[in-house]
């Protein structure tokens, strides 16, 4: 993902939830179900997108991941809520659901 594509991404008026990962980090696949869950249940009212951190350094290092994985809410430009390691799908709804 280009800095311009992901710029205009978290600028939006949806709030998008990006779940930074890396395809070998076990507890990210841990968190892939829980987020697949949730984009079910919250369809177009938040964008849920996953970055690669492997292939997508130049963002990684800009937003400070140091480690994976690191979920991030943005809403028109606003960094909204920041956390890294698992998240329970309770917590994460409970996040989520003033955007839903």
Known sequence: MSKKTFRELIEGDTPVLIDFYADWCAPCRMMAPVLE????????????IKINVDHNQGIA????I??????VLFQNGDLKWRHSGLVPVNQLRKVLEPYG
Do not use: F, N, W, Y
């Open 37 to 48: 869950e949730l984009k079910s249940e919250m369809g177009e009212k938040v964008s849920i």
């Open 61 to 64: 290092e800009a937003l400070q």
């Open 66 to 71: 140091r480690s994976i994985p690191t979920l």
